[in-house]
């Protein structure tokens, strides 16, 4: 079994909205956590970058990659899930522009999505797809992920049975980092471990 070092990505001058396929850059205080990222990892080996495609993340991973002098890959399908009419939005500017709604969101959360926004079903099919596709590259190279709060919040409740709670504590600084490993079962399907 092979492990995979999920990371999340540095903050944006977005932090604290709903930054879902918004594509802000790093801030001068993600660009310091990127600095203090790379000093936690100088003890891990690292063969091979994977990254989002959103700037906030591909800026987190290009600066992994050129500190261990690797190759760094971009995949879109690393994203966070879309949050429709809602991105860039606080949770006040949410409420104050449709309270019936934004309750109602928070009473079925996760299952209903944000208006125009990606459905959590097909956030995590897509996240456990590319989980699937990554688990094979961990068996060949040691690797660094570099995405988003939501996808290792999947990672955590899907492939661990970690609850909500749990993962949001787990995934809510900047540069949060989440050991996982990673195997394929004989049916395909993802089964994981959290170290």
């Given at each position: ?37 790379i000093n936690r990892l100088r003890e891990e080996s690292i063969e091979i970058v994977y990254t989002s495609d959103l700037r ?31 991105e860039g939005l606080s949770w006040k500017e949410i409420e104050q522009r449709d309270a019936v709604y934004a309750r109602q ?91």
């Open positions: 079994m092979s492990g995979i070092l999920f990371i999340r990505h540095a903050e944006t001058d977005m932090a604290g909205t709903f930054c879902g396929h918004s594509d802000p850059e790093v801030n001068a205080r993600g660009r310091e956590q990127i600095s203090e990222l906030r993340a591909s800026s987190t991973a290009n600066a992994i990659a050129e500190a261990f002098g690797v190759e760094c890959h971009v995949r879109p399908t690393l994203r966070e899930i879309n949050f429709g009419t809602w969101w928070i009473a079925k959360h996760p299952m209903l999505a944000a208006p125009d926004g990606e459905a959590f079903r097909h956030f995590e099919q897509r996240v456990l797809n590319e989980v699937e596709f990554l688990s094979t590259k961990a068996a060949e190279q040691s690797i660094a992920v570099v995405t988003h709060a939501g996808v290792l919040r999947i990672v955590l409740c899907s492939l661990n049975n970690c609850n909500q709670a749990d993962a949001w504590r787990q995934t809510k600084t900047y540069c949060a980092i989440v050991r996982q490993s990673v195997a394929l079962s004989l049916r395909g399907q993802v089964i994981g471990a959290h170290l």
